[in-house]
């Protein structure tokens, strides 16, 4: 299945709503239309995508979706592939779908406009709570191909839950392109905890949108965990335009090998009596490569907002390095702004102090760099995602 | 030959000379104080004992059970039997103190990770932690903490002592341990090391005034002037000190009875 229009013909599509099919058919045409982006671009100045030919791996994965059972949810949630739920439920989906990004944003995220498969739309109804956090595993079974899941999650007013997308691929598999993009739309009140963790192959190219819009009173708690693919790129931008909305961005990313991670984030404060508070922590070792690239956004009526951005980097070898770039839009003067970057290596104090109690270099390192991500890994909204991640971080951390 | 060694200590800190040759012979079961002003070279003594990356052996040897440690890791030295209780104890974030200490306990019994009969039982350490607590009055919600995190100046030195109660050194490096403390801190800590005076135990006091040694009884006082031993001898040695100061040894102003 090449990317071309005809594809778009093929049964995994045909059976889909036409107003669906005709986005797909417009993302399709700003595929075709738009260059690859280049390093005169200035989001795209460090993060070089020459060797990427996303036709090269044209055969798409999780062609007809797939269901994943989630008993015991709640009257009124609908849990359902987002191909499924464009039919049985458009007035919902149809107005949120790609709302919050445009497709033709650049030429990778027209692609995967025009040939999501596999994803999942949630809906949580006003005022329902659901304790279990919903689990959603997306699995690429070879390389070679692509595979594009794209999540909506609706959280109704005064709803409280927790989701997790977690992207799983066999370390050794063959390149392939995949992306594994959210949107999250957190009604008044609502009260939502999002996790995804990307652990794709080594070999993978990523590239992922997460972004979520919070009305009036509403909080999300997002957690972003960068381990895998050769090339990742995430976007996580959360827009604040209700206000006593508020917004906890974090991420850790561990780069090993020739991994480049890419990471640009907004918090765009809309309107005023906002909240936003971003950290970004990522540890690199070999010769591994990372930038981060942040904005706060203070749009010119939100007053008495406050944002807090931070990105710290701790680099492990000589030959790894992190890229940090904060940066601030204001147009108000009555906010509370902070940010800040760090990149550097381990500390040698802390380091004789751990070597002085007996503790050998290597263990003590291991020891500093999991205490690093600690104090953010306290911060995942809840037990399951946390374990998940501790056990993988040691498992890589060796 | 003595159970632990300095001879002819030669060390330099970014190029500048500050050992200029020290030698001390330290038994097990002996307390030992080496006193001097500010700039004397003390903590330079204390961190090439211990093995600190930032300072260079310009030459000599620390012999220790048959080995030169000057050749070893820091933490090969730690395994040998060597403790340094910290002037500043280092904070380091995301690490809990239980943690650490479980750690520092399994790698000195060899335990890396596979074989797991060297392990510490919890029971075991818990046990252990309790009574060592108890001595130093310090209650257990500090080891959730990270490592000195938010401690104060008082609960780093306990800190530091318990560590070393933990792992019971043969010869212990106090590094200005009474700085910054209060008199009740003081005689806690002082009472906890009393404790572990004994045969099994040379000790290595380094400090700038008298006062802690009115609570640690010394066998014998060195003074350090200018990166080599001026004085030494018994107690006597800290109540000359006590009343006259560095002053005669020359340019040095500060007294010891000075208090921080």
Same mark, same amino acid.
């Given at each position: 299945?090449?990317?071309?229009?005809?594809?778009?013909?093929?049964?995994?599509?045909?059976?889909?709503?036409?107003?669906?099919?005709?986005?797909?058919? &417009?993302?399709?045409?700003?595929?075709?239309?738009?260059?690859?982006?280049?390093?005169?671009?200035?989001?795209?100045?460090?993060?070089?995508?020459?060797?990427?030919?996303?036709?090269?791996?044209?055969?798409?994965?999780?062609? &007809?979706?797939?269901?994943?059972?989630?008993?015991?949810?709640?009257?009124?949630?609908?849990?359902?592939?987002?191909?499924?739920?464009?039919?049985?439920?458009?007035?919902?989906?149809?107005?949120?779908?790609?709302?919050?990004?445009?497709? *033709?944003?650049?030429?990778?995220?027209?692609?995967?406009?025009?040939?999501?498969?596999?994803?999942?739309?949630?809906?949580?109804? *006003?005022?329902?709570?659901?304790?279990?956090?919903?689990?959603?595993?997306?699995?690429?079974?070879?390389?070679?191909?692509?595979?594009?899941?794209?999540t909506v999650i609706v959280a109704g007013r005064g709803s409280r839950f927790y989701y997790l997308d977690e992207y799983i691929g066999e370390e050794e598999e063959g390149a392939g392109y995949r992306s594994g993009s959210a949107e999250i739309f957190v009604g008044e009140g609502a009260d939502v905890g999002y996790v995804s963790i990307q652990k794709w192959g080594r070999h993978a190219w990523h590239l992922a949108d997460q972004r979520a819009r919070l009305e009036k009173d509403s909080r999300l708690r997002l957690f972003n965990v960068t381990l895998g693919g050769r090339f990742s790129k995430s976007r996580v931008e959360a827009s604040l335009v209700g206000p006593?909305?508020?917004?906890?961005?974090?991420?850790?990313?561990?780069?090993?090998?020739?991994?480049?991670?890419?990471?640009?984030?907004?918090?765009?404060?809309?309107?005023?009596?906002?909240?936003?508070?971003?950290?970004?922590?990522?540890?690199?070792?070999?010769?591994?490569?990372?930038?981060?690239?942040?904005?706060?956004?203070?749009?010119?009526?939100?007053?008495?907002?406050?944002?807090?951005?931070?990105?710290?980097?701790?680099?492990?070898?000589?030959?790894?390095?992190?890229?940090?770039?904060?940066?601030?839009?204001?147009?108000?003067? *009555?906010?509370?702004?902070?940010?800040?970057?760090?990149?550097?290596?381990? *500390?040698?104090?802390?380091?004789?102090?751990?070597?002085?109690?007996?503790?050998?270099?290597?263990?003590?390192?291991?020891?500093?760099?999991?205490?690093?991500?600690?104090?953010?890994?306290?911060?995942?909204?809840?037990?399951?995602?946390?374990?998940?991640?501790?056990?993988?971080l040691e498992a890589r951390l060796g | 030959m003595a159970d632990f060694e300095i001879r002819d200590l030669r060390a330099s800190v970014e190029g500048k000379e500050i050992l200029k040759g020290v030698t001390l012979a330290i038994n097990k079961g002996e307390v030992h104080a080496v006193m001097g002003p500010n700039g004397s070279g003390k903590?330079?003594?204390?961190?090439?004992?211990?093995?600190?990356?930032?300072?260079?052996?310009?030459?000599?040897?620390?012999?220790?059970?048959?080995?030169?440690?000057?050749?070893?890791?820091?933490?090969?030295?730690?395994?040998?039997?060597?403790?340094?209780?910290?002037?500043?104890?280092?904070?380091v974030p995301g690490i809990s103190m239980t943690n650490f200490l479980r750690t520092a306990l399994n790698a000195k019994r060899g335990y890396d990770g596979k074989d797991k009969s060297k392990q510490i039982s919890p029971k075991e350490f818990r046990s252990m932690l309790k009574g060592e607590l108890e001595v130093l009055h310090m209650d257990d919600s500090f080891l959730p903490r990270y490592i000195n995190d938010g401690f104060s100046g008082g609960e780093k030195k306990r800190a530091e002592i318990l560590q070393m109660a933990m792992l019971k050194p043969e010869i212990a490096i106090l590094d200005e341990t009474d700085s910054g403390l209060d008199?009740?801190?003081?005689?806690?800590?002082?009472?906890?090391?009393?404790?572990?005076?004994?045969?099994?135990l040379g000790v290595l006091i380094i400090t700038h005034y008298t006062r802690i040694l009115e609570f640690i009884k010394p066998d014998y006082v060195h003074v350090l002037v200018d990166g080599r031993f001026v004085l030494s001898g018994g107690p006597e040695v800290a109540d000359r000190l006590e009343k006259t100061g560095y002053s005669e040894w020359g340019d040095v102003e500060d007294k010891p009875e000075e208090v921080a």
């Amino acid at each position: 299945m090449p990317f071309n229009s005809q594809t778009l013909e093929e049964p995994t599509f045909r059976g889909e709503p036409d107003w669906l099919r005709d986005r797909r058919r &417009n993302a399709f045409a700003a595929y075709e239309r738009l260059p690859m982006p280049s390093r005169t671009d200035e989001e795209w100045r460090r993060t070089d995508v020459t060797g990427l030919d996303p036709s090269t791996y044209a055969k798409l994965e999780h062609a &007809n979706g797939y269901k994943q059972e989630m008993p015991g949810l709640p009257a009124g949630v609908i849990f359902e592939p987002l191909s499924v739920a464009a039919v049985k439920h458009r007035q919902l989906v149809e107005p949120l779908l790609f709302s919050t990004g445009h497709p *033709d944003r650049d030429r990778f995220s027209a692609l995967h406009a025009a040939f999501f498969t596999g994803g999942n739309f949630l809906y949580v109804p *006003d005022g329902v709570v659901i304790e279990e956090p919903i689990l959603r595993q997306h699995f690429s079974h070879e390389g070679g191909t692509t595979v594009l899941p794209h999540t909506v999650i609706v959280a109704g007013r005064g709803s409280r839950f927790y989701y997790l997308d977690e992207y799983i691929g066999e370390e050794e598999e063959g390149a392939g392109y995949r992306s594994g993009s959210a949107e999250i739309f957190v009604g008044e009140g609502a009260d939502v905890g999002y996790v995804s963790i990307q652990k794709w192959g080594r070999h993978a190219w990523h590239l992922a949108d997460q972004r979520a819009r919070l009305e009036k009173d509403s909080r999300l708690r997002l957690f972003n965990v960068t381990l895998g693919g050769r090339f990742s790129k995430s976007r996580v931008e959360a827009s604040l335009v209700g206000p006593g909305a508020s917004a906890e961005l974090k991420g850790i990313y561990f780069a090993s090998g020739k991994q480049f991670f890419d990471f640009h984030t907004l918090q765009d404060h809309q309107v005023g009596n906002t909240t936003s508070d971003l950290l970004f922590k990522g540890a690199l070792q070999d010769t591994a490569k990372t930038v981060y690239a942040g904005l706060i956004r203070i749009e010119k009526g939100a007053a008495r907002s406050d944002a807090y951005q931070a990105n710290r980097n701790l680099v492990l070898s000589d030959h790894a390095k992190a890229t940090s770039i904060p940066m601030l839009e204001i147009d108000n003067n *009555d906010v509370r702004c902070t940010h800040g970057a760090t990149v550097g290596p381990v *500390d040698p104090q802390s380091l004789f102090y751990l070597q002085s109690r007996g503790i050998p270099a290597t263990t003590a390192k291991r020891m500093i760099v999991q205490g690093f991500f600690g104090e953010v890994l306290e911060r995942i909204p809840f037990e399951q995602a946390r374990r998940l991640v501790e056990t993988e971080l040691e498992a890589r951390l060796g | 030959m003595a159970d632990f060694e300095i001879r002819d200590l030669r060390a330099s800190v970014e190029g500048k000379e500050i050992l200029k040759g020290v030698t001390l012979a330290i038994n097990k079961g002996e307390v030992h104080a080496v006193m001097g002003p500010n700039g004397s070279g003390k903590s330079t003594l204390s961190h090439t004992l211990m093995g600190h990356p930032g300072y260079t052996v310009d030459g000599g040897e620390v012999v220790f059970k048959g080995k030169n440690v000057l050749a070893l890791q820091p933490d090969e030295r730690a395994r040998l039997g060597m403790f340094l209780a910290f002037q500043y104890p280092v904070v380091v974030p995301g690490i809990s103190m239980t943690n650490f200490l479980r750690t520092a306990l399994n790698a000195k019994r060899g335990y890396d990770g596979k074989d797991k009969s060297k392990q510490i039982s919890p029971k075991e350490f818990r046990s252990m932690l309790k009574g060592e607590l108890e001595v130093l009055h310090m209650d257990d919600s500090f080891l959730p903490r990270y490592i000195n995190d938010g401690f104060s100046g008082g609960e780093k030195k306990r800190a530091e002592i318990l560590q070393m109660a933990m792992l019971k050194p043969e010869i212990a490096i106090l590094d200005e341990t009474d700085s910054g403390l209060d008199i009740d801190s003081i005689k806690f800590v002082a009472e906890a090391v009393n404790r572990m005076r004994g045969p099994e135990l040379g000790v290595l006091i380094i400090t700038h005034y008298t006062r802690i040694l009115e609570f640690i009884k010394p066998d014998y006082v060195h003074v350090l002037v200018d990166g080599r031993f001026v004085l030494s001898g018994g107690p006597e040695v800290a109540d000359r000190l006590e009343k006259t100061g560095y002053s005669e040894w020359g340019d040095v102003e500060d007294k010891p009875e000075e208090v921080a």
